[in-house]
């Protein structure tokens, strides 16, 4: 065996999907010491977790990689994203439109997009490879994890040789999947709800199906609700325009790829035949796992590793990168002095409701609603029920999008409101809200508040007392705490926002609010940082 000498830095992160490589991305912006390590040596061409919203893009932005993103898109920019429902076949004439972010975009400073993992993955590679200090160890994998009180110890192996490495960290993340090594050596449990439904991921090519769907213009993602599914979806998707799909689907226990049609499903998915050229058929079990807990110790867990759930809404990628973005700004602040006893722990505390909140309120709620509806209606049977509820799911598919808007409002380290819970149900607000996504907007220099934002916190003052504004800032150099100060006295932005001050988190979402008042300043800073309140 070939073992090199031990490799100390700061943070280890296992995994280099794009839930790991924005962590990366955002540690090592921030002056963090990373090793990243992927058993892969470059992206594996799947095309998985396409769906990226608004809030996702705005990390890109601050990661300093949206306009690669956008470049790399595989769908024409003129063609549209958008997403379809349809009952029956993708062809019955049924449908209506699905997921449309478009409704939630004034509340977010990007627009959002759509591409293949992998498109996504070898974008954040080339970002990461542009900062001198992560270093990535691509083709290699963890093989065991062990802590102590004072760090994390990872080996690793060569997939493709006898080399082995031993690296020493002050913490270690794992983004390595569903089956996380590093949850698993870790001792963190998950809770597990199995929907005991095979299903198969099919990627082919068709000019055929394409042209069938042309009469759709704008789509990209269709899902089609079936009463023999019982709730579970059939779902199409473009990886590009005019030739390659994706499609899930519900199969018989024991499937394998000899034994099942997978043409005649597709054919039957449609309402009618096309040509069909197949580049990948696999398989996988639609359930739902959430950690019991997202740290212990000096370990932390992010993405699937955490989470996981079945590619429903489009939730997966968008939730994990969340999770890079809530974790990267506090394991910054531990390693750099500036944190409270506490703040490492409230990433758990904030993410991990806000997951159990999405499978719970919106996948497996979207799953009965379908089942019962299913059951309950049919245009064969009574046409004008059928269609009365159908036009009226329509109107409900609106809410979904507007309704998801996960927040923190019952963090240990915002200012929220009594009895306040972490969730992902919220109502899409401009108003500066505590645990709250901040909302764009243009200053009175023309430059959009998100153009203004500091890596750290940021105090928004429209018009406050200057008492009020220079006590924060006080309280945030006295404790160590980076701040930055943006002072407009707008009144249009006071109205706005609903607040005179308000404290952004470098994750951009709101810790306080007031309409001027900063007497506990110090209380203020020390409990955004997860000191004592």
């Given at each position: 065996m070939n073992t090199t000498a031990e490799s100390a830095t700061q943070v280890v992160i296992v995994g280099g999907g794009p839930v790991g490589l924005g962590l990366a991305i955002d540690l090592g912006q921030r002056g963090v010491r990373c090793i990243l390590v992927e058993r892969y040596t470059s992206p594996q061409p799947?095309?998985?977790?396409?769906?990226?919203?608004q809030r996702t893009l705005e990390h890109f932005h601050f990661w300093g990689a949206e306009k690669a993103l956008r470049a790399a898109r595989t769908i024409p920019r003129d063609y549209g994203i958008g997403g379809m429902t349809s009952w029956g076949t993708l062809l019955s004439g049924y449908r209506y439109d699905w997921l449309?972010?478009?409704?939630?975009?004034?509340?977010?400073?990007?627009?959002?997009?759509?591409?293949?993992q992998y498109a996504t993955e070898a974008v954040l590679r080339h970002r990461l490879s542009q900062l001198p200090n992560v270093e990535t160890v691509y083709g290699w994998s963890a093989t065991g994890l062990a802590q102590d009180a004072e760090g994390v110890q990872v080996t690793i192996a060569d997939r493709n040789g006898d080399r082995h490495r031993t690296l020493r960290a002050d913490y270690a993340?794992?983004?390595?999947?569903?089956?996380s090594l590093v949850r698993d050596a870790a001792g963190m449990t998950q809770t597990l709800t199995d929907h005991d439904r095979l299903m198969v991921l099919l990627v082919f090519r068709s000019t055929g199906l394409h042209r069938l769907l042309e009469r759709f213009p704008g789509k990209s993602f269709y899902c089609v609700l079936h009463p023999e599914l019982k709730g579970y979806w059939k779902f199409f998707g473009r990886v590009d325009l005019g030739t390659t799909w994706f499609f899930h689907a519900p199969v018989p226990s024991g499937t394998t790829r000899e034994n099942f049609d997978f043409r005649r499903q597709l054919y039957a998915a449609v309402g009618e035949e096309f040509d069909v050229e197949f580049e990948h058929i696999g398989f996988w079990d639609l359930r739902i796992a959430i950690s019991d807990q997202y740290r212990k110790g000096r370990v932390f867990i992010a993405g699937d590793a955490a989470h996981s759930h079945p590619p429903y809404g489009g939730y997966g990628v968008n939730t994990g990168l969340e999770d890079a973005a809530n974790l990267g700004w506090k394991l910054a602040a531990a390693l750099q002095g500036w944190a409270g006893a506490h703040l490492l722990d409230s990433y758990?505390?904030?993410r991990r409701p806000v997951f159990a909140s999405t499978a719970r309120d919106f996948i497996e709620k979207a799953i009965a609603s379908d089942r019962d509806f299913l059951s309950r209606f049919d245009p064969a049977i009574d046409k004008h029920a059928f269609e009365a509820e159908w036009q009226?799911?329509?109107?409900?598919?609106?809410?979904?999008?507007?309704?998801?808007?996960?927040n923190y409002e019952g963090s240990s380290i915002v200012a929220g409101p009594p009895g306040a819970t972490c969730s992902a149900i919220g109502s899409h607000q401009f108003a500066a809200q505590a645990g709250h996504h901040l909302a764009p907007r243009k200053l009175s220099s023309g430059r959009n508040v998100f153009e203004e934002l500091g890596s750290g916190f940021t105090l928004l003052d429209f018009g406050a007392l200057d008492a009020a504004a220079a006590a924060i800032a006080r309280a945030a150099g006295a404790s160590g705490v980076p701040l930055k100060l943006i002072s407009d006295d707008s009144a249009e932005l006071a109205e706005f926002y609903k607040a005179r001050l308000v404290l952004v988190r470098p994750d951009q979402f709101v810790a306080w609010v007031s309409d001027g008042d900063a007497t506990d300043a110090a209380g203020i800073i020390r409990r955004a940082v997860g000191g004592q309140s």
């Amino acid at each position: 065996m070939n073992t090199t000498a031990e490799s100390a830095t700061q943070v280890v992160i296992v995994g280099g999907g794009p839930v790991g490589l924005g962590l990366a991305i955002d540690l090592g912006q921030r002056g963090v010491r990373c090793i990243l390590v992927e058993r892969y040596t470059s992206p594996q061409p799947i095309p998985k977790g396409q769906n990226l919203t608004q809030r996702t893009l705005e990390h890109f932005h601050f990661w300093g990689a949206e306009k690669a993103l956008r470049a790399a898109r595989t769908i024409p920019r003129d063609y549209g994203i958008g997403g379809m429902t349809s009952w029956g076949t993708l062809l019955s004439g049924y449908r209506y439109d699905w997921l449309q972010r478009e409704l939630v975009r004034p509340y977010y400073f990007t627009d959002n997009e759509r591409l293949p993992q992998y498109a996504t993955e070898a974008v954040l590679r080339h970002r990461l490879s542009q900062l001198p200090n992560v270093e990535t160890v691509y083709g290699w994998s963890a093989t065991g994890l062990a802590q102590d009180a004072e760090g994390v110890q990872v080996t690793i192996a060569d997939r493709n040789g006898d080399r082995h490495r031993t690296l020493r960290a002050d913490y270690a993340v794992g983004c390595d999947g569903s089956r996380s090594l590093v949850r698993d050596a870790a001792g963190m449990t998950q809770t597990l709800t199995d929907h005991d439904r095979l299903m198969v991921l099919l990627v082919f090519r068709s000019t055929g199906l394409h042209r069938l769907l042309e009469r759709f213009p704008g789509k990209s993602f269709y899902c089609v609700l079936h009463p023999e599914l019982k709730g579970y979806w059939k779902f199409f998707g473009r990886v590009d325009l005019g030739t390659t799909w994706f499609f899930h689907a519900p199969v018989p226990s024991g499937t394998t790829r000899e034994n099942f049609d997978f043409r005649r499903q597709l054919y039957a998915a449609v309402g009618e035949e096309f040509d069909v050229e197949f580049e990948h058929i696999g398989f996988w079990d639609l359930r739902i796992a959430i950690s019991d807990q997202y740290r212990k110790g000096r370990v932390f867990i992010a993405g699937d590793a955490a989470h996981s759930h079945p590619p429903y809404g489009g939730y997966g990628v968008n939730t994990g990168l969340e999770d890079a973005a809530n974790l990267g700004w506090k394991l910054a602040a531990a390693l750099q002095g500036w944190a409270g006893a506490h703040l490492l722990d409230s990433y758990g505390e904030e993410r991990r409701p806000v997951f159990a909140s999405t499978a719970r309120d919106f996948i497996e709620k979207a799953i009965a609603s379908d089942r019962d509806f299913l059951s309950r209606f049919d245009p064969a049977i009574d046409k004008h029920a059928f269609e009365a509820e159908w036009q009226a799911r329509a109107s409900g598919a609106r809410s979904e999008v507007n309704s998801f808007e996960p927040n923190y409002e019952g963090s240990s380290i915002v200012a929220g409101p009594p009895g306040a819970t972490c969730s992902a149900i919220g109502s899409h607000q401009f108003a500066a809200q505590a645990g709250h996504h901040l909302a764009p907007r243009k200053l009175s220099s023309g430059r959009n508040v998100f153009e203004e934002l500091g890596s750290g916190f940021t105090l928004l003052d429209f018009g406050a007392l200057d008492a009020a504004a220079a006590a924060i800032a006080r309280a945030a150099g006295a404790s160590g705490v980076p701040l930055k100060l943006i002072s407009d006295d707008s009144a249009e932005l006071a109205e706005f926002y609903k607040a005179r001050l308000v404290l952004v988190r470098p994750d951009q979402f709101v810790a306080w609010v007031s309409d001027g008042d900063a007497t506990d300043a110090a209380g203020i800073i020390r409990r955004a940082v997860g000191g004592q309140s």
